[in-house]
Structure formats: C-alpha cells, structure tokens
C-alpha cells in the first residue's frame, strides 16, 4: 500500500502539488512567523523561488520564518517513512 505524489513544476511560481488524503498540513497558509506541520518530519527545507536552500532544520513539526523577507517559498519536507512533500508558502 503506498501513496503516490505527482508534482508539476512550473517556470515561475514553483511547485504545484496534488497530495494524497494522507499528506503532510501545513499551516498557517500565509504565515507570519511559525509556520507548523501536522506530523513531525525528519527533514525540512525552505528554499526560494529560484531554488536557493534558506534554511534547514530536522526532527521538528514546526519551522520559523520570521527572518525571512515577505514572498514565496518551497517547503520541502521527508517524513519519517521517506516520504518528501513539497508545499508553496507565502510569507507575509
């Protein structure tokens, strides 16, 4: 029994998901400061738009942006089965 994860990337804006019912949440959606996680995961990375790693953290359900300026980020995260999963952020 797996899941599968189909992403499409697209020259702009970064990555488009379609998730399984069994995903990862993240939330809030825009987010402030604290940007939190429905499960703990093993690895988190936030990337910019054009692909350059910002910050990196593991073992955590919870990640802060407050250092960040406002925009778009890739998340990208591996859960402890894993899996990775990729989700678009704004930062306001």
């Known amino acids: 029994n797996s ?3 189909t992403q499409s990337v697209s020259t702009c804006t970064g990555i488009e998901e379609q998730l399984t019912s069994t995903s990862l949440l993240v939330f809030p959606n825009p987010v402030k400061n604290t940007l939190f ?3 703990t995961v093993i690895e988190t990375s936030v990337y910019d738009v054009s692909g350059k ?4 953290k593991e073992n955590s359900n919870s990640i ?6 406002n925009g778009v980020y ?3 995260f591996k859960d402890d089965k894993g899996q990775k999963y990729f989700k678009k952020v704004i930062k306001n």
């Open 37 to 39: 996680f429905s499960k």
């Open 74 to 76: 890739i998340i990208s």
């Open 3 to 5: 899941s599968v994860f």
């Open 53 to 56: 790693l910002l910050l990196y």
């Open 64 to 69: 802060d942006l407050s250092e960040l300026s």
